[in-house]
């Protein structure tokens, strides 16, 4: 074969530029406005020198962060802080995908850096390896993501002297101090505080083939501190001192594994925390999980706030707020949670303006929402 001409040398140049253009721009996370800085009130701890995560005075949230729920996850920090009473003392533990596919843990690190200036947060790659052997197959793909499991694996990855933590889905909004829900009491016997619904169907969240089962079905239930009840894992505080000592982790997967072996539920990564801990979660108010502001799975229908006071909206669900705004089709809760959208759109705006500080104040938010 002859040298390569001129032109073929320029072709190939062309070529890889534009792929690793294309890899480039695939893999770029949105841009997004500065949030505005908040600072502790009258009142709140002072920070001890040199605790840095271990200060005993700080409030502990864990989320899960990766790109595809990035812009739920920016506004949901958002809220969290505007409506803290000590915005300074709130402590962020995300946990991110540890892949080879971007964007990587630094980028999405940069991200918040530049919408939080102020921060407190540490990211922990979180190896999807250590759940995919486990993971059956669910109704709905999302819920067979590695990330879904890995607030099993949070007394781990967290630091040890980080006694309890609130566990937060992306899809959530705070209307209230969130200290409120850090300071529940957790008696002895439990493990995880959680909004409880007892009024829901339990059993459907099992096949016939487990509740037909004399060794499973009621039996796992006996014996426990209540009858179980329905609870949603996007809104927990959990005590990782306890969790570590009962080996929480290797429970929850003793049932992910028998569900590999015989069909025991339905969905994802909810039914196992409900086979430990249903009957044993130490119940709080419902204004903490306004939850189901998704839709409904199977129609795709709006739904209201459940009946009482509002401290923390939940879209959980099938459709998230963000993709119906961007689809022009938002149910009515969906412009409250815009007013914490920090998301710039480059391509519709031609400005790519932040949202202005009035569209993000509580005064643009219905007032008919929410009760003190």
Known sequence: MGGATPAMWAGLVLLAFLAASGAEGASALPRFAEAPEYRNGDGCPAAVA??????????????????????????????????????????????AADADAAPGVGELRTALAASFPSLRFEIY??????????????????????LNYARNHLADLLP??????????????AVDDVRRLWETRLPAAAVVAAPEYCHANFSRYFTDAFWSDPGLGARVFAGRRR???????????????????????????????????????????LPPFLL??????????HRWNQHGLGGDNVLGSCRPLHKGPVSLMHWSGKGK??????????????????SYDLYIDDVHSSSASAPSLT?????ALP??????
Not at 251 to 265: A, G, P, V
Not at 276 to 285: L, R
Request: hydrophobic share 45%; proline share 6%; glycine share 6%.
């Open 50 to 95: 040199g605790a840095g995560v271990c200060d005993p005075g700080l409030v502990h949230i864990a989320m899960t962060l990766d790109a595809h729920y990035l812009r739920g996850s920016m506004a949901a920090i958002y809220s969290l802080l505007k409506h803290a009473s000590c915005p300074e003392s709130l402590f962020f533990h995300f946990l």
């Open 125 to 146: 790659p979180f190896r999807p390896d250590a759940v995919t052997g486990l993971i059956s197959a669910s109704v709905r793909a999302a819920l067979e993501a590695p």
């Open 160 to 173: 040890r002297c980080v006694p309890r933590a609130i566990y937060l889905d992306s899809d959530v909004l």
């Open 227 to 269: 009858a179980p009840c329905y609870f949603n894992t996007g809104v927990m505080v959990i005590d990782l001192r306890r969790w570590r000592s009962g080996n929480y982790r290797h429970r929850i997967e003793q049932w992910m594994e028998l569900q590999k072996e015989r069909r025991i539920y339905e969905l994802g990564s």
């Open 276 to 285: 430990v801990f249903a009957g044993e979660v130490e119940a709080v108010d």
């Open 321 to 338: 707020p963000w993709d119906r705004l961007d689809a022009g089709r938002p149910c009515p809760l969906d412009h409250t949670w815009k």
């Open 359 to 363: 569209s993000l104040s509580s005064s």
């Open 367 to 372: 007032a008919a929402v929410f009760s003190w």
